[in-house]
């Protein structure tokens, strides 16, 4: 199978202290699949509620928390140790647009599992490193074996596009598929409602 290859720039500046350190990723973006044409990672809106974050990945730490057996903090390395799963879905903005890429990414589920989950549990709520919080059914997440993704359409996830990682709440709008983040809590709270959902916005979402 021949993939169509475009070659994009892709930048991330770490921070610590006073020095700046790169960090090498991989930045070779496809624009097709198994016959499928994908979206360009340039075709997204910029619509986050504090612009693009850029985080410092040596610092970095993913919490998993809440009604877990085992509280964990993972960093980068320690979720990409996970098998990896690819899934072609389409992202669709409740402002009308929408684009198809080739996502990459670890199960959600295969993460709570190390953690254990306490049976009161039926809610994740997602945590972003611009303070943006949403949230999923637990059986949603469980069952439709729904991605934390780190790459897209083969080369590595952009800070302007959510790095480290992006929710990929497929058949949901585009909402609820939390970029940057930083903590994923487990909760008996089949109500909470997220930065927009608070807003008006509904909170099942559903495409």
């Given at each position: 199978?021949?993939?169509?290859?475009?070659?994009?720039?892709?930048?991330?500046?770490?921070?610590?202290g006073c020095?700046?350190?790169?960090?090498?990723?991989?930045?070779?973006?496809?624009?097709?699949?198994?016959?499928?044409?994908?979206?360009?990672?340039?075709?997204?809106?910029?619509?986050?509620?504090?612009?693009?974050?850029?985080?410092?990945?040596?610092?970095?730490?993913?919490?998993?928390?809440?009604?877990?057996?085992?509280?964990?903090?993972?960093?980068?390395?320690?979720?990409?140790?996970?098998?990896?799963?690819?899934?072609?879905?389409?992202?669709?903005?409740?402002?009308?647009?929408?684009?198809?890429?080739?996502?990459?990414?670890?199960?959600?589920?295969?993460?709570?599992?190390?953690?254990?989950?306490?049976?009161?549990?039926?809610?994740?709520?997602?945590?972003?490193?611009?303070?943006?919080?949403?949230?999923?059914?637990?059986?949603?997440?469980?069952d439709n074996?729904?991605?934390?993704?780190?790459?897209?359409?083969?080369?590595?996830?952009?800070?302007?596009?959510?790095?480290?990682?992006?929710?990929v709440a497929?058949?949901?709008?585009?909402?609820?598929?939390?970029?940057?983040?930083?903590?994923?809590?487990?909760?008996?709270?089949?109500?909470?409602?997220?930065?927009?959902?608070?807003?008006?916005?509904?909170?099942?979402?559903?495409?």
């Open positions: 199978m021949k993939y169509l290859a475009l070659i994009f720039l892709v930048g991330i500046v770490l921070v610590s020095t700046q350190q790169p960090i090498k990723l991989d930045t070779v973006e496809i624009t097709e699949y198994k016959g499928e044409k994908l979206s360009s990672v340039n075709d997204f809106r910029e619509n986050s509620i504090k612009g693009p974050q850029y985080i410092d990945i040596e610092n970095y730490m993913l919490e998993v928390t809440g009604l877990v057996d085992q509280p964990a903090s993972l960093t980068y390395d320690d979720v990409l140790a996970h098998q990896s799963y690819e899934k072609v879905v389409t992202l669709y903005c409740v402002e009308g647009w929408d684009v198809t890429i080739l996502w990459e990414g670890v199960l959600l589920k295969d993460l709570l599992e190390t953690t254990g989950i306490k049976h009161e549990a039926n809610t994740i709520i997602f945590h972003a490193y611009d303070d943006y919080t949403s949230s999923l059914p637990l059986d949603y997440i469980m074996n729904i991605l934390l993704a780190y790459k897209m359409n083969g080369a590595t996830i952009p800070p302007e596009r959510g790095f480290p990682f992006q929710v497929e058949d949901k709008l585009g909402y609820k598929w939390v970029k940057w983040v930083t903590k994923i809590e487990l909760a008996n709270d089949p109500e909470y409602k997220g930065y927009w959902e608070r807003r008006g916005y509904d909170n099942q979402a559903d495409v």
